[in-house]
């Protein structure tokens, strides 16, 4: 019988962050960490390991913040967990006491009802070192690679496989935009020419139902609409969903899309167990409402507030909602959206009272400007800027960028901006460090005259 202070069950990045926030605030609390990986993988990396990493090594999460701050890691399956009890059982039959827990338990890949679908030579995004090691050589191996999903994690893929001039990319979505409910029509636009421009084949309003084995191994992708794709090597990446398994049959409460629910501090409806990350109930910072939002950067957000929280030795922090800030990059151009998009209201269903104000119009500001000055400076090229505001008020309410790797962090400032409440007033006003070699120039700064054009209406 084991007996710890704090149980964290999950090492991805909000297991980490959080053990590692709770250790630092109570030197004294004796904190376990339970995963069943020996060692994790950077998720964001996955689409890396194939090209621009050397070895599927190169994207290891290290472990290094666990073992400074005295985290003990524990390579075990927890099967069981009694949340009144306090107990967790692992599957070599170890029974541990806590007095705290913190679920982050990750995700797990969605497999769509594609008849074949269990064939060999069919990938996942799965986070798992020896699988991904095992994914390289296949896709080394590969010369007709078929990606099906267009989502970033799809995108990413297509965009890395197309640097191997031997291989033939296909991406295949069933929407009628890659990332189409992620960012607005102009963007994903931009983003799907840059895949094209690179090589890959995109298919979009395309369903697969049947995948066939060949009688050289290879495979034959039936379409519903009445055509095939052959292929050597199939990537599923429709999405992921919340895995949380280990709970379903326990008394922790579960929302209808599977994940667990919590309150604003992120406890379930146990108040000494927490639930965070991909595995945890997300809501819209603007709306309230549920939205799906599997990142690792809302992962460690939330991993921090529970860090905090998880002894009750400060004021409790809330979680104020989610923002879903994203940004990636593709043929050398990044993409970023934080806070609502035009499509995410349709596809919401928003209404006045989701916004919280009598007003739920939306009003857009847009500008597009070199990323130096004067433009004619080498390695020059375009900043695109969308901000959208209420109508009401002028409070900013979502961004989308695109341009070079600066607007990486551009839209971090963009993001804390919709936390704070920024207005369109607040933007115009901006104060900004300029230089011809890092910025645009001061007399057209982007969020500044996007600001500014929402203002002239």
């Not at 090589?199 to 050289?216: R, W």
């Not at 009445?226 to 280990?246: Q, W």
């Not at 629910?261 to 819209?284: H, L, P």
Request: charged share 25%; hydrophobic share 40%.
């Amino acid at each position: 019988m084991k007996e710890v202070d704090l149980l964290v069950i999950g090492g991805g990045p909000a297991g980490l962050i959080a053990a590692v926030t709770a250790k630092k605030k109570n030197h004294n609390k004796k904190i376990t960490l339970v995963r069943t990986e020996k060692q994790g993988v950077i998720p964001c990396g996955i689409p890396y390991v194939f090209n621009r990493l050397q070895s599927v090594d190169q994207d290891i999460l290290p472990d290094k913040s666990l073992v400074d701050n005295g985290v003990e890691i524990l390579i075990e399956e927890i099967v069981n967990i009694n949340p009144e009890q306090k107990l967790a059982k692992t599957r070599s039959g170890e029974e541990i006491i806590f007095e705290q827990a913190i679920l982050a338990l990750g995700s797990k890949p969605v497999v769509p009802p594609i008849e074949g679908i269990e064939q060999a030579n069919i990938w996942f995004a799965n986070k798992n070192l020896d699988y991904l090691k095992e994914m390289k050589k296949a896709a080394q191996a590969a010369k007709r690679i078929v990606i099906v999903g267009g989502g970033y994690i799809g995108v990413e893929f297509a965009e890395e496989f197309s640097s191997f001039e031997d291989k033939k990319v296909t991406l295949v979505e069933r929407l009628g935009n890659c990332l189409g409910t992620t960012m607005d029509r102009n963007f994903s636009d931009n983003l799907q020419e840059g895949l094209s421009k690179v090589g890959v084949e995109i298919k979009l309003d395309t369903e697969i139902e049947k995948i066939s084995k060949k009688a050289d191994n290879s495979m034959e992708l039936f379409l519903k609409e009445e055509d095939s794709i052959s292929a050597d090597m199939v990537i599923i990446a429709v999405g992921a969903r919340p895995n949380t398994k280990l709970i379903e049959s326990t008394t922790i409460e579960l929302i209808e899309n599977g994940a667990i629910r919590v309150n604003e501090f992120m406890q379930t409806n146990f108040s000494d167990i927490y639930a965070i990350g991909d595995c945890a109930e997300k809501k819209c910072l603007i709306s309230g409402k549920a939205i799906p939002a599997l990142l690792a950067s809302t992962a460690c957000y939330e991993a921090r507030i529970a860090g905090v929280n998880v002894f009750k030795t400060d004021e409790f922090i809330k979680n104020i909602g989610t923002l879903a800030s994203f940004s990636t990059m593709i043929n050398d151009i990044a993409y970023a959206v934080t806070g609502l998009t035009e499509n995410s209201i349709l596809n919401y269903g928003l209404k006045e009272e989701d916004f919280k104000v009598t007003d739920a119009k939306i009003t857009v500001g847009e500008f597009e400007v070199a990323c130096h000055h004067p433009a004619a400076l080498p390695e020059t090229s375009p900043i695109k800027v969308k901000l959208l505001f209420r109508k009401s008020d002028k409070v900013l309410v979502g961004a989308q960028l695109m341009g070079p790797e600066e607007v990486g962090e551009m839209i971090n400032l963009l993001a804390l901006g919709i936390q704070k409440k920024v207005t369109a007033f607040d933007l115009a006003r901006m104060q900004v460090a300029t230089h011809p070699l890092l910025t645009p120039a001061p007399t057209v700064y982007p969020l500044i005259i996007a600001a500014q054009k929402v203002l002239e209406e």
